[in-house]
């Protein structure tokens, strides 16, 4: 009976991972969604560093990463739509980088009849196409890699173990403090509690400050829990090792590095 719970238990996270607060991974069958997660990893944190390295002016060589990510899209079989929604996080940047052409330093060239910054047009154009491409990248590095096979990659690539406890702890219990939060929300609005202006902030900052102790003592008892089963201060988050199949992720940061390379020469 253990044994068949505990199976049973591994592919709920497996297929759906809500339980690790995996909001983000979307379950499908791809060639992307079996790699090794420290490959995956490995070659995002690549691909991403490739992209920063390219000077803002190689407008051709920006095209060409994009259709790399797209392409992995593609293969990963995930829901374009749902993809493109998440891209929302963006939206600092890409204010950020409409704002520099305007407030940019001189010279000055017509754009449609307006008189924007040479230099802002170029910055901008960099910060867009990199926090683009570096956003999709990691989003499709979390909707086909499950949050639990994220951390044991960070593990795998050496990241010291207590940064590892950290970030597990933060996917597990998120969900656990967000829950209390709406719990608090629906206890004064059943006292009839709106937060309508700043005259409400108070009220809100106490909420804070009590959703903090309560986290803080629900922290104390999950590690006296912890240390009662045997917890000394590590985790064990596997270490499997890559196998030949796992190094075709490498294909991206290799064929964008080759990318650049020939741009610059």
Do not use: C
Request: aromatic share 8%; hydrophobic share 50%.
């Amino acid at each position: 009976m253990g044994t068949q719970t505990a199976i049973e238990v591994r592919v709920d996270v497996h297929e759906h991972g809500h339980k690790l607060g995996d909001h983000l991974y979307i379950h499908k069958h791809s060639r992307i969604h079996d790699l090794h997660p420290a490959s995956k990893l490995l070659a995002v944190l690549l691909f991403i560093i490739v992209v920063v390295l390219t000077p803002n002016t190689e407008y051709w060589t920006f095209g060409i990463y994009l259709g790399l990510v797209l392409s992995v899209l593609v293969i990963s079989k995930l829901p374009v739509k749902r993809m493109a929604k998440r891209m929302v996080v963006e939206v600092p940047f890409v204010i950020f980088a409409l704002m520099l052409p305007i407030f940019g330093r001189e010279p000055d060239v017509e754009v449609f009849g307006l008189s924007l910054s040479e230099a802002g047009l170029i910055a901008g154009f960099g910060i867009l196409a990199k926090a683009t491409l570096g956003v999709m990248a990691s989003m499709i590095l979390a909707a086909t890699t499950p949050a639990r096979d994220i951390l044991n990659a960070l593990a795998f690539i050496k990241l010291p173990n207590t940064l590892v406890q950290i970030a597990s702890f933060m996917v597990r219990y998120s969900a656990v403090v967000l829950d209390e939060l709406q719990r608090m929300k629906v206890a004064r609005e059943s006292r009839g509690f709106s937060a309508r202006g700043i005259q409400h902030w108070r009220v809100l900052a106490q909420s804070a400050g009590a959703l903090f102790i309560r986290s803080y003592e629900r922290g104390e008892r999950v590690h006296l829990a912890m240390l009662s089963r045997g917890y000394r201060g590590t985790m064990d988050f596997g270490n499997e090792r890559l196998e030949k199949k796992d190094y075709v992720a490498f294909l991206l940061p290799i064929l964008a590095l080759i990318t650049l390379i020939g741009s610059l020469l």
